[in-house]
């Protein structure tokens, strides 16, 4: 599945949500199936900065591919971030370094976040974009 | 702007008190004042409670002191100080007081001529008036003796290219064109506060803080930051090891307008070793039945949470 494919598969998913708690419950359980980021990776290095509870993410590239991992101390985030790498997992540095994240606003996460929270949302998509765009600089001066 | 008028009076070793329990609006001039004129901030501690560390306090205070800035009212904790024997204390020996009462104008009887303080502060937006406007009180005397702080139009009294005399007070501190708008604005918004009384705000807000502080000890693992014998009603807490942020923003869902973090007192809240609270704060609309639908919202997500 492609990424474009990926969110429109989790937008459909939610549109079965009528009620917020139901949305909730299901981002808490996303949170359980994570790949989760190596305790030794859990330093000031991995954190994502702007969140208000702690977030780390790592990023490896395996076969041309990023593989992500994170994990946060408050379970909504860790779902939030799940959602993210649901997306954007397995996917090459060029595709995910071109992704829009449309879907979270479609999900109708954007507007449940408030202001400080969603800062917390743009950081971690900020940090995983940066990660994308890192490996991808570093696969061009491989070729170069 | 008063940390920075202060310039002229903090030297080379001077000590500047605080407390643990300062909002970063009061602590954050005062630490950059400490490095630019290589004089120490000191901390005064607090108790489990939340109570500021009166013992610890005597033992702090001398004359090496140029300075005692402290919060009339946590807005974490809502532990009142007993600012006025703080005052008494800081002036035996010659020590100038600056109370932050950002958090106590518009939840009790504020009188500065009884507090004795040199200077008292407060913003209007915490007292239902408009953003970017606030009070700085200072005694005449204190304010004279002050530089200003910023430099324009309004604020001088003659001016040559060789040099300059400042206007008089209040007018050596307000230089450009000053925010009529907001001055009016937050002169209504005490007006309402008066018309009410704020004799009456107290009673109603204490009869709220008791009411929600009793709701909210049944519930199973409640850990409520802040218990002073001495509080507003604000209620900052914990449940078992539940991050603050996810019961937040479930509350958030709900319609109930909590803070969660850390309130900027960051100090504070790694004094307590913990990742922030929830903080539920009640003022003067409030009613019981909406600390009943706050207590039923609570509930719900933590059962979502468990």
């Known amino acids: 599945m492609t990424i474009k494919e990926k969110e429109d598969a989790l937008v459909s998913e939610f549109e079965m949500f009528d009620e917020w708690m139901d949305k909730y419950s299901y981002i808490i359980e996303l949170g359980k199936e994570m790949p989760l980021i190596d305790e030794k990776h859990k330093d000031p290095q991995h954190l994502i900065s702007g969140c208000q509870s702690r977030v780390w993410l790592n990023a490896e590239i395996k076969d041309g591919k990023i593989q992500f991992a994170a994990d946060s101390d408050a379970v909504i985030t860790k779902g939030i971030i799940s959602l993210l790498l649901k997306v954007v997992g397995n996917e090459e540095p060029k595709d995910i370094a071109g992704a829009n994240f449309g879907f979270l606003e479609k999900i109708g996460l954007k ?5 400080t929270r969603a800062n917390g949302l743009v950081s971690m998509v900020r940090q995983i974009k940066l990660y994308a765009k890192a490996f991808q600089l570093k696969n061009m001066n491989q070729r170069n | 702007m008063l940390a920075s008028s202060f310039e002229n ?7 500047i008190l605080i407390t643990a329990m300062e909002h970063h609006s009061n602590l954050v001039p005062w630490q950059q004042l400490c490095f630019k004129k290589d004089a120490k901030l000191k901390v005064v501690p607090i108790t489990d409670e939340g109570d500021l560390d009166m013992e610890f306090l005597d033992s702090m205070l001398s004359e090496k002191v140029k300075l005692l800035a402290f919060a009339h009212i946590s807005n974490v904790m809502g532990t009142i100080n007993p600012v006025k024997e703080i005052t008494a204390k800081a002036h035996k020996f010659g020590i100038p007081v600056v109370i932050d009462g950002a958090q106590a104008v518009a939840h009790a009887k504020v009188d500065v001529m009884d507090l004795d303080c040199e200077f008292y502060c407060f913003s209007a937006h915490k007292a239902y008036g408009p953003m970017g406007m606030g009070v700085l009180y200072g005694k005449q005397q204190w304010l004279n003796n002050l530089q200003p702080y910023q430099y324009g139009g309004e604020m001088i009294s003659t001016v040559s290219f060789e040099k300059t005399t400042f206007n008089e007070l209040p007018y050596k501190f307000e230089a450009g064109t000053p925010n009529v708008e907001g001055a009016l604005a937050m002169a209504e918004a005490f007006r309402y506060i008066d018309n009410i009384g704020i004799g009456n705000i107290v009673e109603h807000e204490d009869a709220l803080l008791k009411y929600a502080t009793e709701k909210l000890t049944e519930i199973d693992g409640m ?15 914990l449940v078992g090891d539940i991050h603050p942020y996810d019961m937040g923003t479930l509350l958030d869902q709900m319609g109930v307008a909590v803070r969660t973090g850390n309130h900027c007192a960051q100090p504070l809240i790694d004094n307590f070793c913990i990742p922030g609270t929830v903080r539920a704060s009640f003022a003067v609309y409030n009613s019981r039945e909406e600390v009943d639908y ?4 609570l509930r719900k ?6």
Not at chain 2, 9 to 15: A, L, P, T, V
Not at chain 2, 294 to 297: K, L, Q, T, V, Y
Not at chain 2, 301 to 306: E, F, G, N, R
Request: charged share 25%; glycine share 8%.
């Open chain 2, 223 to 237: 850990r409520i930051i802040g218990r002073s014998k001495n509080k507003t009603s604000v209620i900052s807490f």
């Open chain 1, 111 to 115: 507007d449940h976040l408030s202001p």
């Open chain 2, 9 to 15: 009076i903090i030297d080379k070793g001077d000590e």
């Open chain 2, 301 to 306: 997500s933590l059962a979502m949470l468990a």
């Open chain 2, 294 to 297: 706050f207590i039923g919202a």
